[in-house]
């Protein structure tokens, strides 16, 4: 078929129209899917938080993605810099690093641009980023394309995770030192008792190092005796809580030494609470144990002799009062044992310690501790009191074998003989003692008693042994001693101590009247006890020094004023016991200073016995006191064998007449004879004199008639209480 020129014509503008258009929807289809990639592209971009640029590095001009400036909050801030603009928002100390590793890059040295730096915000505030390229060519233009991304929270996760690990390392450095540095041992075991670690005072305790010990169990190389007692680990594991070692256990280290120990146990849990293993602390307190041990027997022992001492021996006494006896084999039904306490002194101990010293006299208490050991048996507590002073407690089939045991004892000392520098002494002793079963005394009482039985034994003469026991008149009459001599003690602290006042008449009238002071004792009900039952008492206990200054004290200081105002003369006793004390004239002299009385008034009484047994001390004071302006008068006199001499050996002012003398002296003319011749020698040598016990009217012209000075007795008046300060004297009658 023959087509026209127009009909072809009009078929190929219908072929282009037809492919023009297929053209125009293909690109249509290759625009939507170019923008489809662009949107995921940059979709992709934005979920990763990564910025594009790229830097041309011809003229130094950067172009960027729009987000980028948008990531450090900057808006309008356009689509390109410069280099220089950007480097204005790194920080200063980052730049030089920024352009190096650039540099390097672009000059071929490293294979790819890397930097993590710091920029600024919009903020105001630094912030991290990482910043990655590499070159790329697009035709004849090179660039360096790249991406940054912000990196702030991961620095601050890093840097936070690198001070965690310093500070954790730090403080691992600070426990490892301080384990390492303490005097404690410190053991981790795990849950199954394993060493685990041990630090080096551990390692010193155990013995051995903990490599030689890692992963062994912990109660095999920690061995606590007795081996049958439960392990600290094992009860801690048991129980799941701390075990705490107060008291120290004996523990055995690998040397093979024994050793005291004391710690605790302390469980470690795991994240589910279960036991995980314990930390194990222990101290080695060997030597305190010691020291303490040690420090418990001197507390409880004599140094010197290494028996018991007093607080030791008492603490096993009253243990012994709470004890029952056992029956002994054989022993007879129906009779009860007994315990015997016996407390003896040596007789002689101050002669060893005076002529042989103490050196000597402590060998002599060590040999008696030996003996005494040795006869006691293993039966007895032996102790040594104080001083010479021993006790022995042992218990007895009956009061009879007691009483043997004790005679032999007491005999073996009487024949032991001590020897020192070429010197022989015997260890005779003084011993007392008492029977006693469980809970029938208290300690004190028995103590008390065995005493009292001892000083009777001393009082007798020694080397003897006395029973404190009913019928014992001896020990009964020093019990009864002892009981005053208490009671004088607590009168002394109580101010129980009453004075009294007896007259002293002058016969001619020409001289002012006396008084002698008097001294009576109230007991703890208040009944008034006699000096006859008192003073001998004071005297052989060492308590009539007490008893003077009290004496001296209330008379010429609380009751000097009143005194002086009735204008009598005032007599007051002196012991031998006061005369015989070194401090006595001290004393003397600053109450003599402190009282309103006068001198002349004052008249101090010494015995024949006192001035006798304290020739030179005596003298001396009653130079002192004559010296004074006070008197000094004798009394008793004639009752001693000397008495004329003495008064050629002491300047006295007054003598008085034993009353021996002078109540008989109606019915006796030796008497008479011998109070008229005391008379005259008191008038040759300027004295007064006193007559004592006139009872009688008669008696009282006939020593007028003699010539006496002064009398005092019943008939004058009878003791009265002294007159308080403020109180009318008692009136003195005839």
Not at 18 to 25: E, H, K, Q, V
Not at 132 to 155: D, M, P, W, Y
Not at 163 to 182: C, G, V, Y
Request: overall charge negative; charged content about 25%.
């Amino acid at each position: 078929m023959h087509l026209s020129p127009a009909t072809l014509v009009w078929s190929l503008c219908l072929v282009l129209i037809t492919l023009c258009l297929s053209c125009a929807a293909l690109f249509q289809t290759r625009l939507r899917l170019d923008a489809s990639r662009e949107q995921r592209w940059k979709a992709a971009l934005e979920g990763s938080g990564c910025s594009v640029w790229w830097l041309n590095p011809k003229d130094w001009s950067i172009r960027y993605t729009t987000d980028a400036p948008r990531a450090l909050g900057y808006e309008g801030l356009g689509s390109h810099l410069t280099w220089a603009q950007w480097l204005s928002f790194v920080k200063h100390e980052d730049i030089a690093r920024v352009e190096r590793a650039l540099a390097r890059h672009i000059d071929g040295r490293d294979g790819y641009y890397q930097c993590e730096y710091q920029v600024l915000n919009a903020r105001g505030d630094y912030e991290w980023i990482r910043a990655k390229g590499s070159l790329a060519r697009f035709g004849n233009t090179v660039l360096v394309c790249g991406t940054f991304v912000q990196i702030t929270q991961e620095k601050q996760f890093h840097l936070e995770r690198e001070q965690l690990i310093s500070s954790a390392q730090e403080e691992k450095e600070r426990l490892k030192t301080t384990l390492f540095s303490i005097e404690d041992a410190v053991i981790t075991v795990d849950g199954n008792g394993r060493i685990m670690f041990m630090n080096p005072a551990a390692e010193r305790l155990i013995g051995c190092a903990f490599d030689k010990v890692a992963g062994s169990d912990v109660v095999d190389v920690l061995k606590i005796a007795p081996s049958d007692s439960v392990h600290p680990f094992i009860r801690c594991a048991e129980r799941g809580h701390m075990q705490v070692v107060d008291s120290p256990i004996a523990f055995k280290n690998q040397f093979g030494e024994q050793l005291s120990v004391r710690g605790k146990v302390s469980p470690i849990r795991s994240f589910e609470g279960e036991f995980a293993g314990a930390v194990i602390t222990l101290q080695d307190v060997t030597h305190s144990t010691v020291l303490q041990q040690q420090l418990n027997h001197s507390h409880d022992h004599d140094a010197l002799t290494g028996t018991l001492n007093r607080a030791g021996f008492k603490r096993r006494l009253q243990r012994a009062l709470e004890e029952r006896l056992e029956a002994d084999e054989g022993r007879e039904a129906g009779v009860d044992q007994v315990r015997a306490l016996i407390v003896l002194d040596i007789d002689r101990f101050k002669l060893v310690n005076d002529l042989a010293g103490h050196i000597a006299g402590d060998r002599l208490l060590c040999e008696v501790a030996v003996k005494l050991k040795t006869l006691a048996g293993d039966q007895a507590v032996l102790a040594r009191l104080g001083g010479d002073e021993f006790g022995v407690m042992r218990p007895f089939k009956d009061t009879h074998q007691a009483r043997q045991f004790a005679e032999s004892l007491l005999e073996s000392l009487h024949e032991h003989v001590f020897s020192w520098q070429g010197r022989l002494y015997d260890a005779s002793s003084s011993m007392g003692m008492v029977m006693f079963k469980e809970g029938s005394h208290t300690v004190s009482e028995l103590l008390s008693k065995a005493d009292i039985a001892s000083h009777s034994s001393k009082r007798n003469g020694g080397n003897r042994l006395s029973v404190f026991e009913p019928g014992e008149l001896a020990v009964e009459r020093h019990a009864e001693e002892m009981s005053v001599a208490a009671e004088m003690r607590e009168a002394l602290a109580k101010e129980r101590f009453v004075l009294y006042e007896q007259p002293i008449r002058c016969l001619d009238g020409l001289h002012r009247d006396h008084i002698e002071v008097l001294l009576r004792m109230r007991d703890c009900h208040g009944t008034l006890i006699a000096p006859g039952l008192f003073i001998p008492v004071a005297e052989q206990f060492g308590l009539m020094p007490s008893v003077d200054r009290w004496v001296i004290r209330t008379v010429l200081i609380e009751r000097g004023a009143s005194l002086s105002d009735r204008d009598v003369g005032v007599s007051i006793n002196l012991s031998g016991a006061s005369l015989n004390d070194p401090s006595f004239p001290e004393f003397l002299a600053t109450v003599l200073d402190q009282t309103q009385l006068p001198p002349s008034s004052i008249v101090f009484e010494l015995t024949e016995t006192a001035l006798v047994n304290h020739i030179d001390r005596a003298r001396a004071l009653i130079l002192r006191l004559r010296a004074r302006g006070c008197r000094i008068a004798l009394d008793d006199f004639g009752s001693g064998v000397s008495s004329f001499s003495y008064i050629q050996q002491f300047e006295v002012d007054i003598i008085k007449i034993d009353g021996a003398f002078v109540k008989h002296l109606l019915d006796s003319p030796l008497d008479r004879v011998i109070v008229e011749s005391i008379q005259r020698v008191a008038d040759q040598i300027k004295a007064m004199t006193v007559a004592e016990y006139v009872e009688s009217a008669e008696l009282y012209r006939a020593l007028s008639h003699i010539g006496i000075n002064y009398a005092q007795g019943y008939f004058i008046q009878a003791p009265v209480p002294m007159a308080l300060p403020g109180e009318m004297a008692s009136q003195i009658t005839t």
